[in-house]
């Protein structure tokens, strides 16, 4: 049964891992090559990348490198400050980063398997066969859980493993006085917790509760009649799981190997300044975007969009009938206490997670699968009730309520695919109310988007700027898709980008200030999920000059009733200048830049000449010359540009309004403060 049960596990989530990135995914990615790096080169004090610690996900993804690219190692020289470029670096070595993700995340599912089949194993052992078996279904077909279990990212690892450390520590408890393995095992599985993520360390909170609890006790039975000897047995056990956790943190984190005291301190101050200041960013919730903390409702509110009916009425029948079965006493001393304890981690994890400033809605996983234990012994209360009230139809009852609310999970899985993510509860209105009062939207749509950039640009070489991590897109991206992050605040700035691709969370979280001067446009393409737009992608460059862009400064010249000279950029061996049509076309205009350099103006550079097509009335063009300078020149903007624009047709120059640039019959001077190098 238990092996069944893995099996379904890992279906779940290994349904549809092509089909997006999410935005953390190629951090932890880098991660992990930096982790298969140094320890392949022997440069330990680097396995050491972020507080989080995050080790398992990086062994996750060190294994993925050893299986799918081995020789990364050799082929890098050097750890990567910038991780999220993991994806270039290694198309540039020639490989597939969707690939290699998708391993690592196929590789981290197997470890969370791990997991799930010790934690089953031991909920059959605490509590009862039943009870294992309807919160393994419940646990497994959990559409936000399995979606985040599914990611290379730390949460959903640490949420398993954080429960079958909880799980043990229960079993631990409920061991004779001279079993050492059961607290050991505890340790290790608690260390696995905290490795993965910091704030697991609340389990040391949870077992000094333990302790206390149990010296308690035996006083107060005076089993033992002072202090001392109360303590003895506890103290054995403390140091037993001490010991494995501790020897399971130095095995599986080899930067403190060489860095023990540094690497702890690294750790300390970036989860006390994260836990402080709160994220970076502002975080939208009940539809206000706050700076910092966004208040004490953010994991009692979002546990609520999050989990499904199934389990909110499964944890109800367990407050319902609970009391009766303590009245009746239908749950034995021991299936209390460890009930008793996965609470206690439930609430105490919960709470201190609410202390923290840092809040996102899978910082709370851990009390996900706590959840699911209590909504199955919540149904199996309530058919031990039927059966107490029908008797003589015990057999069928149990299963027959079991079925239901597995259906019922199944039917919140499947209802949420192919993006897990974006399950939302629908008894508050699903997907489409959550928008309005959580965030949503993690990079789930983004292959659709760079499908329809891709099958758009057909071919030509185009400049994709995004309000998203764009990372995140370049994993489904061709070889002729070029991101850049230049903005959209220049006319130049417009005219270059193709495609501005802009996601829901930055617009629910006000990310994106180019968004807000996209709203006057309508987009061309957009990706819906369940209805609500999660991206849209406008194309800037056929579009009009936002209004805001059009204003004279001392660098732009207004050739007759015609053109704008808004901008020239010098990059590598051309020179563009771009225009903005300020009336009727003429169609084809020549433009020639001379260009004179002050300290040696004897020197004669030759006349650049070029045509191109000027376009509709409020659209942006440009022209680009070849940069006559050779090499040791000066800097283009030790230049004087004299600039002359005429109509190929008649012969005739474009005269220069009065303004600020010098303006002659032979033409225009520009300001060489006026040119921008890229």
Same mark, same amino acid.
């Given at each position: 049964?238990?092996?069944?049960?893995?099996?379904?596990?890992?279906?779940?989530?290994?349904?549809?891992?092509?089909?997006?990135?999410?935005?953390?995914?190629?951090?932890?990615?880098?991660?992990?090559?930096?982790?298969?790096?140094?320890?392949?080169?022997?440069?330990?004090?680097?396995?050491?990348?972020?507080?989080?610690?995050?080790?398992?996900?990086?062994?996750?993804?060190?294994?993925?490198?050893?299986?799918?690219?081995?020789?990364?190692?050799?082929?890098?020289?050097?750890?990567?400050?910038?991780?999220?470029?993991?994806?270039?670096?290694?198309?540039?070595?020639?490989?597939?980063?969707?690939?290699?993700?998708?391993?690592?995340?196929?590789?981290?599912?197997?470890?969370?398997?791990?997991?799930?089949?010790?934690?089953?194993?031991?909920?059959?052992?605490?509590?009862?066969?039943?009870?294992?078996?309807?919160?393994?279904?419940?646990?497994?077909?959990?559409?936000?859980?399995?979606?985040?279990?599914?990611?290379?990212?730390?949460?959903?690892?640490?949420?398993?493993?954080?429960?079958?450390?909880?799980?043990?520590?229960?079993?631990?408890?409920?061991?004779?006085?001279?079993?050492?393995?059961?607290?050991?095992? $505890?340790?290790?599985?608690? !260390?696995? *917790?905290? =490795?993965?993520?910091? %704030? /697991?360390?609340v389990l040391v909170t949870i #077992?000094?509760?333990?302790?206390?609890?149990?010296?308690?006790?035996?006083?107060?039975?005076?089993?033992?009649?002072?202090?001392?000897? $109360?303590?003895?047995?506890? !103290?054995? *056990?403390? =140091?037993?799981?001490? %010991? /494995?956790?501790?020897?399971?943190?130095? #095995?599986?984190?080899?930067?403190?190997?060489?860095?023990?005291?540094?690497?702890?301190?690294?750790?300390?101050?970036?989860?006390?300044? $994260?836990?402080?200041?709160?994220?970076?960013?502002?975080?939208?919730?009940?539809?206000?975007?706050?700076?910092?903390?966004?208040?004490?409702?953010?994991?009692?509110?979002?546990?609520?969009?999050?989990?499904?009916?199934?389990?909110?009425?499964?944890?109800?029948?367990?407050?319902?009938?609970?009391?009766?079965?303590?009245?009746?006493?239908?749950?034995?001393?021991?299936?209390?206490?460890?009930?008793?304890?996965?609470?206690?981690?439930?609430?105490?994890?919960?709470?201190?997670?609410?202390?923290?400033?840092?809040?996102?809605?899978?910082?709370?996983?851990?009390?996900?699968?706590?959840?699911?234990?209590?909504?199955?012994?919540?149904?199996?209360?309530?058919?031990?009730?039927?059966?107490?009230?029908?008797?003589?139809?015990?057999?069928?009852?149990?299963?027959?309520?079991?079925?239901?609310?597995?259906?019922?999970?199944?039917?919140?899985?499947?209802g949420a695919l192919p993006y897990?993510?974006?399950?939302?509860?629908?008894?508050?209105?699903?997907?489409?109310?959550?928008?309005?009062?959580?965030?949503?939207?993690?990079?789930?749509?983004?292959?659709?988007?760079?499908?329809?950039?891709?099958?758009?640009?057909?071919?030509?070489?185009?400049?994709?700027?995004?309000?998203?991590?764009?990372?995140?897109?370049?994993?489904?991206?061709?070889?002729?898709?070029?991101?850049?992050?230049?903005?959209?605040?220049?006319?130049?700035?417009?005219?270059?980008?193709?495609?501005?691709?802009?996601?829901?969370?930055?617009?629910?979280?006000?990310?994106?200030?180019?968004?807000?001067?996209?709203?006057?446009?309508?987009?061309?393409?957009?990706?819906?999920?369940?209805?609500?737009?999660?991206?849209?992608?406008?194309?800037?460059?056929?579009?009009?000059?936002?209004?805001?862009?059009?204003?004279?400064?001392?660098?732009?010249?207004?050739?007759?009733?015609?053109?704008?000279?808004?901008?020239?950029?010098?990059?590598d061996g051309t020179i563009d200048?771009?225009?903005?049509?300020?009336?009727?076309?003429?169609?084809?205009?020549?433009?020639?830049?001379?260009?004179?350099?002050?300290?040696?103006?004897?020197?004669?550079?030759?006349?650049?000449?070029?045509?191109?097509?000027?376009?509709?009335?409020?659209?942006?063009?440009?022209?680009?010359?070849?940069?006559?300078?050779?090499?040791?020149?000066?800097?283009?903007?030790?230049?004087?540009?004299?600039?002359?624009?005429?109509?190929?047709?008649?012969?005739?120059?474009?005269?220069?309004?009065?303004?600020?640039?010098?303006?002659?019959?032979?033409?225009?001077?520009?300001?060489?403060?006026?040119?921008?190098?890229?």
């Amino acid at each position: 049964m238990i092996a069944g049960l893995v099996c379904i596990y890992v279906l779940v989530r290994c349904l549809h891992l092509e089909l997006f990135v999410t935005t953390d995914e190629p951090f932890w990615l880098g991660r992990s090559a930096n982790f298969y790096r140094a320890l392949v080169q022997g440069d330990l004090a680097h396995t050491y990348q972020m507080a989080h610690p995050g080790v398992l996900t990086m062994w996750a993804g060190t294994i993925a490198y050893f299986w799918a690219f081995p020789d990364y190692a050799q082929e890098i020289s050097r750890n990567l400050d910038y991780v999220y470029g993991i994806g270039a670096v290694l198309r540039e070595l020639h490989q597939d980063p969707l690939h290699i993700l998708i391993v690592a995340r196929i590789v981290k599912i197997l470890v969370q398997a791990v997991f799930f089949g010790i934690s089953l194993s031991l909920l059959q052992r605490l509590f009862t066969r039943p009870v294992m078996v309807i919160s393994g279904l419940l646990m497994a077909l959990d559409p936000f859980v399995s979606g985040m279990a599914s990611l290379l990212h730390v949460d959903g690892l640490f949420a398993i493993s954080s429960f079958a450390a909880i799980l043990a520590m229960a079993a631990a408890a409920r061991s004779r006085p001279d079993e050492m393995a059961p607290w050991i095992i $505890a340790g290790v599985l608690a !260390a696995c *917790a905290w =490795m993965t993520r910091a %704030t /697991g360390l609340v389990l040391v909170t949870i #077992l000094g509760g333990m302790v206390l609890v149990q010296v308690a006790s035996q006083i107060r039975k005076k089993a033992h009649p002072s202090l001392r000897p $109360a303590l003895e047995s506890p !103290a054995f *056990a403390i =140091m037993l799981w001490l %010991t /494995g956790a501790m020897a399971t943190s130095l #095995l599986l984190l080899p930067a403190l190997w060489v860095d023990p005291f540094g690497t702890m301190q690294q750790m300390w101050d970036w989860s006390i300044n $994260a836990a402080t200041e709160g994220h970076e960013r502002p975080t939208f919730f009940l539809g206000e975007i706050h700076q910092g903390d966004p208040g004490v409702w953010f994991y009692p509110v979002t546990l609520l969009w999050r989990l499904t009916p199934v389990s909110i009425a499964g944890f109800l029948l367990f407050l319902t009938m609970g009391p009766v079965a303590y009245r009746r006493r239908w749950l034995t001393p021991e299936f209390l206490k460890s009930l008793a304890i996965l609470v206690a981690f439930a609430v105490v994890y919960a709470g201190a997670m609410t202390f923290g400033a840092k809040k996102f809605d899978r910082y709370i996983l851990p009390v996900y699968p706590i959840v699911s234990v209590l909504a199955a012994v919540g149904i199996v209360l309530v058919a031990r009730w039927i059966r107490y009230r029908l008797p003589g139809r015990d057999r069928m009852i149990l299963p027959a309520i079991a079925a239901i609310f597995i259906v019922g999970q199944a039917v919140s899985l499947i209802g949420a695919l192919p993006y897990r993510l974006d399950y939302f509860n629908p008894m508050l209105g699903g997907l489409d109310s959550a928008r309005h009062h959580v965030q949503v939207g993690w990079g789930e749509g983004g292959k659709e988007v760079i499908a329809f950039v891709v099958e758009d640009a057909d071919g030509r070489d185009v400049t994709v700027q995004t309000s998203s991590a764009t990372p995140m897109f370049s994993y489904f991206a061709t070889p002729n898709i070029h991101f850049d992050d230049f903005g959209l605040g220049t006319p130049a700035g417009w005219y270059e980008t193709h495609y501005f691709i802009t996601g829901i969370q930055e617009w629910q979280r006000d990310l994106s200030p180019s968004y807000h001067v996209m709203q006057a446009y309508d987009p061309t393409f957009e990706v819906t999920i369940e209805d609500v737009p999660f991206f849209k992608v406008y194309t800037p460059s056929t579009l009009p000059l936002p209004d805001h862009l059009r204003t004279q400064t001392g660098c732009t010249a207004i050739l007759g009733d015609t053109l704008q000279l808004m901008q020239i950029i010098g990059r590598d061996g051309t020179i563009d200048l771009y225009w903005l049509t300020i009336d009727e076309s003429p169609g084809q205009l020549e433009v020639s830049v001379t260009l004179t350099a002050p300290a040696s103006p004897t020197i004669d550079m030759p006349v650049m000449t070029t045509r191109w097509t000027v376009p509709a009335s409020g659209y942006m063009s440009r022209s680009t010359i070849s940069d006559p300078r050779t090499a040791p020149s000066p800097p283009l903007t030790e230049y004087t540009m004299i600039i002359q624009v005429r109509n190929p047709a008649t012969g005739e120059l474009l005269p220069v309004n009065p303004g600020t640039s010098a303006a002659s019959s032979d033409g225009f001077t520009t300001h060489s403060d006026c040119y921008d190098a890229e």
